[in-house]
């Protein structure tokens, strides 16, 4: 089955520095890759998506890549502010005749200093 | 309307206890999920309903009782829980039509508590 890696566990950056995320996952079949962001206390919001007939997708400071071939993809977020601390998620789906299910990495704690 | 909300937020129950965990969404999603967090961790799939009609079990333990009245609500029935099912339970919806990719929308979630 499908498998998600996601580096690193824990990331720590200075406000106003860049901060990237990356994952891999395995299955070739893959075809849809969100990532969610999940503040203390909350549910998972889901920030920005990527499909796999495109390699980049931006959103005002977030951008996603994805590299098919290596099957990998990144979250990148410029300019961070301390409200972007949280724990990032990336996931992995297979669009099926039934439901896509969504597989996790294990997650990143993003901390950003003021 | 774009939010699923959850009640209640927090529930402390023993082990002998009966109660049921609720979800509802507006947003015409045709497809309901239930997940269970432990701390640290990913969103674990326990549940998918896919109009109305459950269409994935992860081999959860019978003590948990998926329910979808209706394409709004889901519920989740809890008997004979055990300490270690302690945890986040996480309620999320999405679209179900041809070429969607399935963005799902998670709930606040309902903290657990068995004690």
């Known amino acids: 089955g499908e498998n998600v890696e996601q580096h690193p566990s824990t990331l720590s950056v200075q406000e106003g520095d860049s901060a990237v995320i990356k994952c891999t996952y395995s299955d070739s079949a893959s075809n849809y890759f969100p990532w969610y962001k999940q503040e203390l206390g909350k549910g998972p919001q889901l920030i920005i998506d990527?499909?796999?007939?495109?390699g980049e997708k931006k959103d005002q400071r977030i951008a996603v890549t994805l590299n098919k071939t290596a099957k990998h993809f990144s979250l990148h977020i410029t300019e961070t502010q301390p409200e972007d601390s949280a724990v990032y998620f990336c996931a992995a789906s297979i669009f099926s005749s039934n439901t896509g299910k969504l597989i996790f990495g294990q997650g990143t704690t993003l901390q950003v200093k003021p | 309307d774009t939010e699923v909300t959850q009640t209640p937020k927090h529930l402390v129950m023993g082990m002998t206890n009966k109660k049921s965990l609720k979800c509802e969404q507006h947003m015409g999603h045709r497809a309901m999920y239930w997940y269970k967090q432990k701390a640290k961790k990913p969103p674990e799939l326990m549940f998918v309903y896919s109009y109305e009609k459950l269409s994935i079990n992860e081999s959860v333990p019978s003590r948990f009782s998926p329910e979808c009245p209706n394409s709004s609500l889901l519920n989740l029935h809890l008997h004979a829980l055990q300490p270690e099912d302690s945890a986040l339970y996480l309620c999320a919806s999405s679209q179900e039509r041809e070429g969607s990719y399935n963005e799902q929308f998670f709930g606040p979630g309902t903290r657990l508590t068995v004690l």
């Open positions: 990527i499909r796999s007939n495109v």
